[in-house]
């Protein structure tokens, strides 16, 4: 099944390109370029697939999603999906 994740932004890295986002408590770093023209900011919620920050979303969707995953039972899929999530820099 193919998982749109919220997850909220917590820190940009110095190029921009990546953010730290919060998925219930799992933090992971998310390729933010496709969003670049919406004016992301900190606590700014996304709906994350695969790594990337697919599309902004309010505290409220946000919610919804999250309820929406639990009712599905896919709730711990989705986090197990975030945890799985990094790129090449990440690596020691």
């Known amino acids: 099944m193919c998982l749109a994740i919220p997850g909220?932004?917590?820190a940009f890295d110095k190029g921009g390109h990546f953010a730290t986002v919060d998925v219930s408590g799992v933090r992971r770093k998310v390729n933010v370029d496709l969003l670049r023209e919406d004016g992301l900011g900190e606590d700014d919620w996304v709906l994350?697939?695969?790594?990337?920050?697919?599309?902004?979303?309010?505290?409220?969707e946000a919610e919804?999603?999250?309820r929406l995953l639990t009712m599905l039972g896919e709730a711990g899929a989705a986090i197990e999906e975030v945890r799985g999530y990094g790129f090449a820099e990440d690596d020691p």
Not at 48 to 60: D, L, N
């Open 48 to 60: 994350i697939h695969v790594g990337f920050a697919m599309s902004k979303i309010s505290a409220e």
């Open 64 to 66: 919804e999603q999250i």
């Open 8 to 10: 909220q932004i917590k």
